[in-house]
């Protein structure tokens, strides 16, 4: 079973961490027989399978009924799943309510989208036996205020996303996670943190990297973010496909200079 010490021992050993989306019981099962460490119940799901234009009108219960539909099939990777949008704003309290709903669904870890100003939240969870993942850089649940999906991190914006990385890490942090981050700040900010780093468009020098399950097959119906790569190509199988994303993360050679941001 991959467990929070596996995953610290892959990036003390420089092996790569593989991650993908998952919603359901039979992608989970395929997805351990590829050899997938975490499934991500994301938060994605409203767009991927809601046909929802955002994240934001996902539900804590949404996010409840699909970790339990992978967790029921599940055999031997760490389910990781998202805390919604406004399920966690408001107060630590509510944070911890809507984190032991998902942990008791199945959940190993939960997922928070936010800076610095959440790393209280980062350390309250943890002490109370909930390892949590924090999302930074692009933020999809901010896509308002970030007026759309847009590279973060570029130019003196560095400074600011370093710091909430180093904030989250320094209050317990069991993963960070960071999007459409420049490839350069990806490996300081793994190179600066002591918990393992996911990346989604941040480089190859991430300690693992993520993708969208319904991305990585070509199925998504919306537009293809530049850091998406179709695995389904040359495949003749779903489970090709996947083993195919595991092998490239693995060796390195996903995600290639075409698919990151400078």
Not at 94 to 112: S, Y
Not at 126 to 146: D, E, K, M, S, W
Request: proline share 3%; net charge negative; with cysteine.
């Amino acid at each position: 079973m991959v467990t929070l010490n596996t995953l610290k021992k892959m990036k003390t050993d420089g092996e790569k961490i593989a991650m993908l989306t998952c919603y359901e019981a039979s992608f989970a099962a395929l997805m351990n027989r590829a050899g997938v460490e975490i499934l991500l119940i994301g938060d994605s799901l409203g767009m991927t399978v809601q046909g929802q234009s955002s994240t934001l009108p996902v539900t804590l219960e949404h996010m409840v009924y699909h970790t339990q539909n992978v967790a029921r099939s599940n055999s031997h990777s760490l389910i990781l799943a998202d805390l919604p949008f406004g399920s966690y704003q408001q107060s630590k309290e509510q944070a911890f309510a809507a984190a032991a709903a998902l942990m008791a669904a199945g959940a190993h870890m939960v997922k928070l989208e936010g800076g610095a100003v959440f790393a209280e939240t980062t350390e309250f969870l943890q002490a109370r036996g909930i390892p949590v993942c924090a999302h930074i850089g692009l933020t999809p649940q901010y896509v308002n205020t970030l007026s759309g999906y847009k590279v973060q991190g570029r130019g003196d914006a560095a400074a600011a996303v370093l710091a909430d990385a180093q904030a989250h890490d320094a209050a317990g942090a069991s993963m960070i996670l960071m999007e459409c981050v420049p490839a350069a700040l990806g490996k300081t900010i793994t190179q600066s943190v002591s918990c393992p780093t996911i990346g989604i468009g941040a480089g190859k020098d991430t300690d693992g990297q993520v993708l969208v399950m319904h991305d990585m097959l070509g199925v998504y119906h919306g537009k293809t973010a530049k850091f998406v790569k179709n695995f389904m190509d040359g495949q003749n199988s779903i489970q090709a496909a996947v083993e195919a994303y595991v092998r490239e993360v693995k060796a390195g050679t996903f995600p290639g200079a075409e698919h990151t941001f400078e």
